[in-house]
Nanobody, 117 residues
Framework: QVQLVESGGGLVQAGGSLRLSCAALGSAFNINDMRWYRQAPGKERELVAG???????NYADSVKGRFTISRDNAKNTVYLQMSNLKSEDTAVYYC???????????WGQGTQVAVSS
């Protein structure tokens, strides 16, 4: 089993920055794509950014130019650097990872990000 543990959420003013981290623990080998999703109150969960094991990244249009996803394969950790935060970025942010050997996709428990205007 793989456990994904997120950290780094909090309350920040509009225009500020936060860095989220997600560490894959347990039987965390052969981790392929890793992603960040978010879910705002009353809205569906949406993909924010994803990154392959080789470092290729993709982003939702709403965060392009403001968010940067990165990963450290040796630490099985993915990061989300969020800058120029807006009130509409307020949500619970979830980490997600695919494990090749099991074929399973794992989810973290979520970390709250709140942006005050």
């Amino acid at each position: 089993q793989v456990q994904l543990v997120e950290s780094g959420g909090g309350l920040v003013q509009a225009g500020g920055s936060l860095r989220l981290s997600c560490a894959a623990l347990g039987s965390a080998f052969n981790i392929n794509d890793m992603r960040w999703y978010r879910q705002a109150p009353g809205k569906e969960r949406e993909l924010v950014a994803g990154i392959t094991r080789g470092g290729m990244a993709n982003y939702a249009d709403s965060v392009k130019g403001r968010f940067t996803i990165s990963r450290d394969n040796a630490k099985n950790t993915v990061y989300l650097q969020m800058s120029n935060l807006k009130s509409e970025d307020t949500a619970v942010y979830y980490c997600n990872a695919d494990q090749a050997i099991s074929g399973w996709t794992f989810w973290g428990q979520g970390t709250q990000v709140a942006v005050s205007s």
